[in-house]
């Protein structure tokens, strides 16, 4: 085996939103060699064959359920990842990421998720990190944009300014009403509502909170939006490695009045009666197709309060802040997902990767990632101003 052989990724949900495109980006890079795997045979080899005539790479394709050996015509899981040396979780299904990870653990491979960062998630992780460590394996959770890229931005931060508040905010808008989402997608929007958690760092220790809310001016096309925290792992995370901040959160601005004011209060009620789970779902996606759609369109904006300390001059405040601009919030979840696989490789290469459980923006080098998402389209501009208050 050489230094430079590419590198073997298997792509759960391959032809799924998020797993075609990051699909896609790897197999035009030659330094990588893709397997999709999912359950529809005919979507498998329609996507291999997209693939392959736009990058000219050769695609394989192995048909698997994940979380259900017993499916007919399914390979197991570990044998569908034979072979591989990261397999991503992109399917629509977060249960079933304790089997994908189990699997490629077996398998020899290491794993990444691209799932919202739910505490259900984080249990079942939580529980298999033992196992990976013992294996020597890694698995890189909490991939993407939201979670994945807001503690990066402050980490990036941190590297400029001594942070003592960095709060992100996310408006995305996307063309539901045209997306040709996979056949678990409306069981998938009922759990991210039913796992949602308002939480956030504020004065110093984690809160959650219906009352973690924030305006923000996201500028075109948002404007100002009404925001709510979404805890994330990776902002749970970052006071240890940034013992200064005292505030830190990420704020998600909503979907719309309709949306947010009737559709999810709706569906909340749906999901606390046994049995209409799945009910909550449709309704979502309905709503969310009939009122929460228009052009594509992702803002993340960090806005911070730092100050030197004195060290160099006198004890200085100041603000920092960075807006990401970009169309797309899918494209931008592949491109984030490949800007760590890529740094993945780099440091497998160069015999630096760890082992155990750790987040995408706890693991990426932040401005390398960073740079990798505005070569990839994405336009990041930093501000600095001198004279705030730190609050
Ligand atoms: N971190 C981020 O920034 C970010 C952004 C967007 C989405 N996400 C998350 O990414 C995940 C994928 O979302 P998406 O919108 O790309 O979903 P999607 O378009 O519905 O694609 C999901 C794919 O998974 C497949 N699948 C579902 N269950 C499966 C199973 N048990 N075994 C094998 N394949 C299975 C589906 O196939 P079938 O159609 O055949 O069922 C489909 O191809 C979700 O967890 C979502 O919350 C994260």
Known sequence: MTRDRPLSIAVVGGYGQTGHRV?????????????????????????????????????????????????????????????????????????????????????????????????????????????????GRLHIADGGIHPGLPAVMIRAAAARFDLVRADVFGAFRLDWAALDLGSNAAADLAAMIRDFEPGAWRGGRWRTSWRNTARHDFGPPFGTAACLAMALEEMRALPATLPGLVDAGFFV?????????????AASVLLACPGLEGLAGRLLLA?????????????????????????TGPITTGRIAARLVGGDAYDLTALAAVACIEQYRERRRAGERPTGLVTQAGFVAPDAFLDRLATGGARLAWTTAAGDQAG
């Open 23 to 135: 699909a896609r980006l790897l197999a035009a890079d030659p330094g990588f060699r893709v397997t999709l795997v999912g359950r529809a045979p005919d979507r498998l080899a329609a996507t291999a064959a997209a693939i392959e005539a736009a990058t000219g790479a050769t695609v394989s394709r192995v048909r698997a359920v994940a979380g259900d050996p017993a499916a007919t015509g399914s390979v197991d899981l570990a044998e569908a990842f034979a072979g591989a040396d990261l397999v991503l979780s992109a399917t629509s299904q977060t249960g079933a990421l304790a089997a994908i990870v189990a699997a490629a653990t077996a398998a020899g491979a290491d794993a990444m998720d691209i799932h919202l960062s739910s505490a259900p998630k984080w249990r079942v992780l939580r529980a298999l990190e033992p196992t990976l460590t013992a294996a």
């Open 253 to 265: 601005a909503g979907f719309g009045a309709v949306v947010d004011r009737l559709a999810i209060p």
């Open 287 to 311: 709503a969310l197709r009939r009122y929460g759609s228009g052009p594509a369109a992702t803002v993340v904006d960090l806005d911070g309060v730092g100050r030197r300390d004195g060290r």
